[in-house]
């Protein structure tokens, strides 16, 4: 008895789950370099061409604090109607992770511009490194 993916055969007649599958079809087969794996649609420094989130969150979060000690500044959710500062952001950190504590959720600077836009990562992506924040 063998065990069997359900799925589609890749180009090499081999069977793939669907969500590999899915997951080539969005992004690419890519390829593995000596420094792991490169998506062949995203540039290889594309965390490095992200703006700064200090500049960033300034922008887009209304009445956003100085950061305390930690790097943490707190402002008002651009998600949903917000009279108190909910969101905390680190501004110092270059992922520049978010929270919103009313229930949003949280992630990095690419999650929130995916949040803010409704684009996708890769658009996203695309936006913020050419600067269309």
Not at 89 to 105: E, K, T
Not at 109 to 117: E, G, K, P, Y
Request: charged letters at 25%.
């Amino acid at each position: 008895m063998s065990c069997r993916t359900k799925g589609k055969s890749d180009a090499g007649g081999r069977r793939t789950s669907g969500a590999i599958a899915g997951y080539r079809a969005l992004y690419g087969k890519g390829k593995a370099t000596g420094n792991g794996w490169q998506s062949p649609t995203l540039p290889r420094n594309w965390r490095d061409r992200l703006p700064d989130p200090d500049d960033y969150y300034r922008e887009q979060v209304p009445k956003l604090s100085k950061p305390n000690a930690a790097g943490w500044a707190q402002g008002a959710c651009p998600f949903h109607e917000d009279r108190n500062a909910s969101l905390s952001a680190h501004v110092s950190n270059p992922r520049g992770c978010w929270r919103c504590f009313a229930g949003c959720g949280g992630g990095d600077l690419v999650s929130f511009h995916m949040r803010l836009t409704d684009k996708s990562f890769k658009e996203a992506i695309v936006d913020l490194a050419a600067g269309r924040a």
